[in-house]
């Protein structure tokens, strides 16, 4: 699960107009439309090759009993677009020659051509037997590179995780290692799919659910993630994307939920793994010092059922699926002693005097001998022999082996339905809770630091398609998408950070040194943040053939509410010094060397002043974004071993516009009772000698919108210590 802690760029205000003309003798897979549905065409001949028009073209689905009929042109052609995945018959009635029925299976968003030789002979029905899954045939209709996981290698593959989108690396050109990395052995992110896909980033893939957009926008990633068992197949598009394809490029995963049929069906499972039960990694078996291996029990188990309501009618399925990992590991830090904290300055055992450790100090104790400083400085001037940082070891959630320590669920609902030969619909639902536990961000050794991060996604998709005439289909869509992803404070309210030295972890004796505050080893890192984003999306495809021509045209349009906050500062961050011997003499002073926090820059900009006393700034964005496209394609079958593919594209990703703002600078948090109680009051106190921080730059966002300028008040001289509420200074300024 992806930390949003930056946000990627790459979108703009832009419009892209694209023509691709190709000229395809293909014989790899083709893929059909940004949808989840497919298209079965091809040409009827006689005995000696002619073709023939007026035959009668009937496809049945042998999972749900829809049917769907059309008869062949003049040039002996057929196409049946806006066909769900699944396994098809293909029955061919001429009069004068043998009935004939052909074994078909339709996979999702692609075209299958099943070209038929017709017999002449006496009143009789040949049914042909294809080899392979399901009468997969051989497609020559398209130039897009893509390939399908079909349900057979989703069902029988081995997933150590159950996730469907690890099979994504069946796809010839999706690769684990990320280009973007300095070291060439470091694995792809999880943004995307967690993959990279033709050399682009992991984030540039367009992942699709059911035809639908199913991005996680803010966070790069899968929006809503489904149980494998409700997965009926999904493609991979790498290379060569038609008119109908837009937002990507790197490639595009589309997976198709699966749909009830005829028959009730069903699964039950649970699948265990401990750590009682694996070995050790290379690295624990190498090391110098015998090191154990972590535990962890990790448990996933589920169901799915489906059938028919009213046969060849109404059809439903239903999947729901649990995780839930126990894992832990033991952390170490040093803190200061009760007898050091006694000899410092007033206003730092104020500092120190709220905070409590979670575990006391168990391990060894280590002296200002022992532990050293500048020769002539104020630490190294107190007794030698005073106990001055002692171990603590302490319990954190952690991934042995099995996963992050957390509990998850995930559901997808589906329902079908026939209205009539020439009207179908479907409706789906899919819902992702995810809860890790205390500690999964921040962890401390002192109490109430630890926070999780906690995930709810919805998703929910309706589509109708309708047979106008035998050469005329439109399929319209309405889709739903909510993602939240929140990382919330734990049960300490805003409180500033203090760290022994500036801008990375700072270290003693070989030990990471910790301090009250949130994220005491990540000086970079920030909270509360989060928030919903709501994606709206309507999309409505047509296909119209006449002749040897298939045209599908069509477009989509895109409302999103990014509604986020991301508390960078929101606490502040009070750093000694900038090594750890300089830092331990400034905290026997009780000095600072810098003081960074969040202000209001008052509508300035970088380089101008802001005047004191200043408020915190909001930390809440309220984006919205439109965004459309309009495309036309034609598949022109010139020879029945030659297509020509002219297609035409229009995309908009707009710019973005935010509503009246009427919330109060308050504090964002996931848990409210926990919230409730945090106020962001806390002004700048540094004194007037204070600058803006490097990042009061303009940032962007995930997808490269411009977020709101924010300041930091920085202090270059030394500050006292600022308690979790600082007082306002008055009559200074700042630049």
Known sequence: MSLPFHRRAGRGAC??????????LALQTPAYAQAETGQISGTVSDPQGAVVAGVAITVTSKDTGATRTTTTTGQGDYAVPSLLPGNYEVKVDASGFAQKTVPVRVTVGTKTTVDVELAVTGGGETVDVVAGDQGVQVNTESQVLSTVVTQKQIRELPTLT????????????????????????????DRGVGFNINGQRSSSTNVLLDGADNNDTYGSDIGNAVPLDSVQEFTVLTNNFSA???????????????SGTNDF??????????????????????????????????????????GPVIKDKLLFFQSTEWLRVRSSDTAIALVPTADLIARLPGNVQDFFAPFALSTPINGRVFTVGEVGGNPSGPFAALPSSLPAFGEVFYTIPADAGGGFPQNQYQVVGRADWNISDKTTMYGRYALQNIAFEDGALSFSPYSGFNSPQLTNNH???????????????????FAFNRVRNDQPLGEQPITPTLYLQQNVKSTLLNHDVAFPGYFPFSPAASIPAGGPANNYQIYQDQTYTTGSHSFRFGGSFLRIQDNHSFGAFEYAVEELAGSAFDGLDNLVLGQLARYRVAIDPQGNFPGEKVSFPASAPIFERNNRYSEGALYV????????????????????????????RTSTRTSTSARAPRSSTRSTTAACSA????????????TRTTSGRASAWRGTCSATARPAFAAATASPTSGTSAT
Do not use: M
């Not at 069903?266 to 291996?293: C, H, I």
């Not at 004194?687 to 303009?698: D, F, I, L, Q, Y």
């Open 15 to 24: 419009a892209v107009l694209a023509l691709v003309t190709i000229l395809t």
């Open 162 to 189: 159950r996730n469907p989108y690890s099979l994504v690396q069946l796809a010839g050109t999706a690769v684990t290692i990320d280009p973007e990395a300095q070291d060439p052995n470091t694995t792809a992110s």
């Open 459 to 477: 998703n929910f998709l309706v589509s109708l398609t309708h047979v106008w005439t035998d050469r005329f289909v439109t399929q319209s869509k």
């Open 687 to 698: 004194p007037p000698t204070v600058r803006w921080a490097a990042c009061g730059r303009r």
């Open 265 to 306: 069906h069903g699964t039950v499972y649970e699948f265990n793994r401990v750590s009682a039960l694996a070995t050790s990694s290379a690295q624990l078996k190498g090391a110098f010092v015998p090191t154990d291996k972590g535990v962890f029990t990790r448990n996933q188990f589920g169901y799915s059922v489906g």
């Open 633 to 660: 394609n034609d598949s022109w079958k010139v020879h029945p071993r030659l297509t020509l593919n002219l297609g035409l594209r229009w995309d908009y990703f707009g710019s973005s516009t935010a509503p009246t």
């Open 244 to 258: 109908e394809f837009g937002r990507a490029s790197g490639g595009i995963v589309n997976v198709a939920t699966k």
